[in-house]
């Protein structure tokens, strides 16, 4: 065996078993992003709907109280029936919390937070964040503020039950009338006061939870995206290597292994756009005090995760069939273009870009994945190539049908193209006028890829002015 041959088998085996450990990390920071994500939500939906409880708690307290005035006053036993029927609000969730510790049955618990107003969708993870979180300071102290207001609304419910029996035997003087309107104001006064720590207790302890998890969902975010890139550049770097491998093969594999170039280019450059927009909620979140916008904010994360999620699904199937033939399906147009609109909302809103959309056409019949690569690369470089002295900027996407052709015209007032420089763009590693923003591989796949769909893609530009690109499908 000669040195070059054993050279040869060293690297192909280094570059396979940096290659499982590669994709080994990937799936797992895939399982544990999604099982941080998953007990994220769950945490905040535990949180919110314990505010949007303690909401409906200090509301049926105060009516209650209310009521009772007012039956003091006129003795009509229509407010009796209403304070009865309003008090029943907290005694029901009191009754839900002393279940839990009890350890009785989750269908006892659930009975009373929904005779607390709280919605039955709730129950589970209301029941859930208390029993794991009981321990850890901001429930803990918010627990302990909720039994601390307990025996004042038992206190409520006593009143008012001595108020009506002394009601039915007429025993009831003026002067025990004002006693008891200012023993219930200094009640409601307190309660008022613990249903206000209560609140803010769980508040801050969400936006605390928030806090790590959003730091959390990052930290694995950028380990995928790193590992996604480190396995492409291994990959780029075994196409290099085989390179006199490759002149001596056929046309197949030649095809083959181009069209497996074409693929991990895209894949470095689709990913550029929801990281960028994840980078642009990160600053956004790190400077926003409200933690409903924040928690607006994480959901828009979400999105734009999951999104891209099924991309990178979507293309790794693609390299593991890149050998069958072009798969057609029934498209939504309008579902592909909003979606990479969304991933890149933010990166077009701190540019100052508007994007206008003109959807006459929806479905057509075409690749998924290659319609995507070609419309995520020509709004992506609208969006890149936007003219920053512009007052004005903006993206135009339309979609219609003219001649039998399906058309898709994506138009911006952008930088603009050079006319010396338009026939050449669509060529690999053609960058055009500012190849510092470019890797001269985007326009090259949307060409390919238009190709392979029995497509073509054209380009009006004038510098300054700005870029029209149309992509025409035949067959669709």
């Not at 070059?4 to 990390?25: E, M």
């Not at 002295?389 to 001649?403: A, D, G, L, P, V």
Request: proline share 2%.
């Amino acid at each position: 065996m000669t040195t070059t041959t054993r050279n040869d088998h060293a690297k192909t085996y280094f570059v396979k078993k940096y290659a499982w450990i590669l994709v080994l990390l990937l799936v797992i920071s895939s399982f544990l992003l999604g099982f941080v994500n998953y007990y994220s939500f769950k945490i905040m939906s535990g949180a919110r709907a314990y505010i949007n409880g303690e909401s409906e708690y200090s509301k049926a307290q105060k009516d209650a109280v209310l009521y009772l005035y007012n039956y003091l006053e006129a003795g009509d036993e229509v407010y009796w029936t209403q304070f009865k029927r309003e008090i029943a609000i907290p005694v029901s969730d009191n009754d839900a919390r002393k279940a839990i510790i009890s350890h009785q049955p989750d269908s006892i618990i659930y009975r009373g937070f929904v005779g607390g107003r709280n919605a039955a969708a709730d129950s589970p993870d209301m029941v859930w964040l208390f029993r794991n979180f009981s321990k850890v300071s901001f429930m803990k102290e918010a627990i302990a503020t909720w039994q601390n207001a307990e025996p004042a609304i038992n206190e409520i419910n006593f009143l008012g039950n001595e108020i009506h029996e002394k009601q039915d035997r007429g025993t009831l003087s003026l002067s025990a009338k004002k006693t008891y309107t200012d023993r219930l104001t200094i009640i409601s006064k307190e309660l008022s006061a613990k249903e206000r720590v209560f609140s803010s207790l769980l508040s801050a302890g969400a936006r605390k939870v928030n806090f790590y998890l959003f730091i959390t969902n990052i930290f694995f975010i950028l380990i995928i995206t790193g590992s996604l890139v480190l396995a492409a550049r291994e990959m780029l770097m075994r196409l290099f290597y085989s390179e006199h491998h490759l002149l001596q093969a056929n046309e197949t594999l030649i095809a083959s292994n181009k069209e497996l170039d074409v693929f991990i280019s895209s894949v470095s450059h689709d990913l550029r756009s929801p990281v960028a927009s994840l980078k642009g909620l990160l600053k956004v979140i790190l400077k926003e005090n409200d933690p409903q916008l924040k928690d607006s904010y994480l959901y828009m994360m979400q999105d734009v995760l999951e999104k891209q999620d099924r991309f990178l699904v979507d293309m790794l199937n693609f390299l593991r069939d890149k050998r069958t033939v072009i798969s057609r399906e029934l498209l939504s147009l309008r579902t592909i273009i909003e979606d990479i609109v969304s991933a890149s909302k933010f990166t077009a809103e701190q540019k100052g870009i508007e994007i206008k959309l003109e959807l006459d056409l929806d479905e057509i019949r075409s690749d998924k994945l290659r319609l995507q690569m070609i419309l995520n690369n020509l709004i992506s470089n609208a969006i890149r190539y936007s003219d920053s002295s512009k007052k004005r900027k903006y993206i135009s996407i339309k979609t219609f049908k003219q001649n039998n052709q399906c058309l898709i015209e994506i138009e911006d007032n952008g930088v603009g193209i050079d006319s010396n420089y338009q026939a050449e763009i669509f060529n690999i590693f053609q960058t055009g006028l500012q190849p510092e923003k470019g890797t001269g591989l985007g326009l090259f796949i949307v060409k390919n890829s238009a190709e392979k769909l029995n497509g073509y893609v054209k380009v009006e530009s004038e510098p300054e002015k700005g870029s029209k690109f149309i992509v025409g499908f035949n067959d669709c």
